[in-house]
């Protein structure tokens, strides 16, 4: 007993421990609403929840559909592609028009009488009514390279953003595949536990008819008897671990509440050969794209600097406006009427002195690029460890596979021979409840390394790339 006991404690574990990559990153659940189509999970009349069988693709075109996650990533894209056509538009013509009106206070007028004049000429007329209206025009003809680099960090943040939902959704699928095999698994063991509680169940009765003739004693029942409920209270639990992930799915997904998903793929999964370590770390470093996101902020950081030293250059432009006011002050002496008058001129501007203003501007730049520069490096490093250790891991889990598999096999072998010598009284009813816990216990086992390694293998696939 105290050996099953350490058992049901080790799958528990487990099953927790195969949560984890399922559920550790998943917010507060929420209401979701029901998808369109095919996929739309609908109750019955007796409000049993509907089942909806799903494969693995199925499962994650689904949440990459659904996600509000990626949904947010694609805003943020959209938001830097205005950012993008807001830096462009800094190269071309700006237009203002602008219009105003003035009540000043009555003046006294100034007048002059001309030699041979008969009566005085107003110079300055009291207009206390101003009104004006005026068209600019301005074109920056150069900048020191100021708009270009300022366009070049525009368009690579884009480049980077866009990355970053190429990212979020390779960690959606990472997510839904994890919580798909957590599911399968959950549901694989509940099965192995109805199977094993069968066959005590059996074994129950055998022993309660040999007690009942006296070739049995009272301990012998009670064993099996504690068994068989230890084994109930197992499943009860991987039935809890069950609903947790089928409640998880759904909600990756945005299937409405009750519907509950049936995996369909098999949990065993086929051995292919696996690539070498360094094929596989080149492969991510060429494909992972938060790498590639990693590069396109340094490449924008780097035309931020560029942009920066511009402030130590000129910059000139060429400009033009047009008045209609009335008065124009423009003419002399001024009217009450309406006049226009236009201007066109070009501007040469340089700092010759700003208090280091530029200086301290370009050395922050320079510093936020030397930053990005070692966190490329850094994220490299990272990504070799990653590809290693999911390396590793499906390189272990394989061989847990066939060791767990050799062990099933050597189990049901043993519980065969155990029940033909219980059956004709060679063995007590110990050594044959031994053997049954021993491949229930090596069930357990199998279904949680082809778990482990199905999880293994997605992520693996995360880590190199291959869902980018």
Do not use: C
Not at 72 to 86: M, N, P
Not at 121 to 128: C, D, E, M, Q
Not at 215 to 233: C, H, K, P, Q
Not at 377 to 393: G, K, N, S
């Amino acid at each position: 007993m105290k050996r099953f006991l350490r058992f049901a404690f080790a799958m528990a574990a487990a099953l927790a421990q195969l949560a984890l990559p399922a559920l550790a990153a998943a917010p507060e659940l929420m209401p979701v609403g029901a998808p369109s189509g095919e996929h739309a999970g609908e109750r019955t009349g007796t409000g049993t929840p509907a089942t909806l069988p799903l494969t693995l693709s199925e499962a994650i075109e689904m949440a990459l559909a659904h996600s509000p996650h990626l949904r947010q990533l694609s805003a943020l894209e959209s938001a830097a592609s205005a950012g993008v056509r807001g830096a462009r538009a800094q190269r071309y013509p700006i237009l203002d028009l602008a219009a105003g009106y003035t009540r000043n206070s009555d003046v006294p007028e100034f007048a002059i009488i001309y030699p041979g004049s008969i009566s005085p000429v107003t110079i300055y007329p009291n207009l206390p009514n101003n009104t004006r209206t005026r068209l600019d025009l301005s074109v920056p003809i150069y900048t020191g390279g100021r708009l270009q680099n300022t366009i070049s960090a525009a368009e690579a943040e884009r480049t980077a953003v866009s990355l970053d939902g190429q990212a979020g959704a390779a960690d959606l699928a990472l997510e839904t595949a994890a919580a798909y095999w957590f599911l399968l698994t959950a549901r694989s063991e509940e099965r192995t536990l109805r199977e094993g509680i069968a066959s005590y169940e059996a074994h129950l009765k055998q022993t309660r008819d040999r007690e009942s003739v006296g070739m049995a004693a009272r301990n012998d029942v009670l064993s099996v008897l504690v068994e068989r409920d230890r084994a109930e209270l197992a499943r009860l639990r991987a039935a809890n671990f069950a609903g947790t992930a089928d409640a998880n799915l759904a909600r990756l997904l945005g299937l409405p509440p009750g519907t509950s998903v049936e995996p369909t793929e098999p949990i065993d999964a086929q051995q292919e050969p696996l690539e070498d370590l360094e094929s596989l770390v080149a492969m991510a470093l060429s494909s992972r794209p938060e790498r590639h996101a990693l590069l396109a902020r340094l490449s924008g950081a780097r035309a931020r600097l560029e942009a920066q030293k511009a402030g130590w250059l000129p910059e000139a432009g060429v400009w033009a406006g047009y008045d209609w006011a009335n008065p124009n002050r423009e003419i002399f002496p001024p009217t009450d009427s309406w006049r226009s008058t236009w201007d066109l001129g070009v501007s040469l501007t340089l700092s010759v002195f700003d208090s280091g203003r530029t200086s301290a501007a370009v050395a922050q730049a320079a510093h936020l690029v030397e930053a990005v520069e070692r966190q490329v490096e850094d994220l490299e490093e990272r990504i070799r460890l990653e590809v290693t250790q999911r390396h590793l891991d499906v390189s272990t889990a394989r061989v847990a596979v066939d060791v767990a598999r050799r062990n099933v096999e050597a189990a049901s072998e043993n519980r065969r021979v155990s029940m033909d010598r219980y059956s004709e009284g060679m063995i007590p009813s110990s050594e044959l409840l031994d053997s049954e816990t021993a491949l229930l216990a090596a069930g357990l086992d199998l279904t949680r390394a082809l778990a482990q390694l199905r999880l293994a293998l997605v992520s693996l696939d995360r880590a190199t790339g291959r869902w980018s």
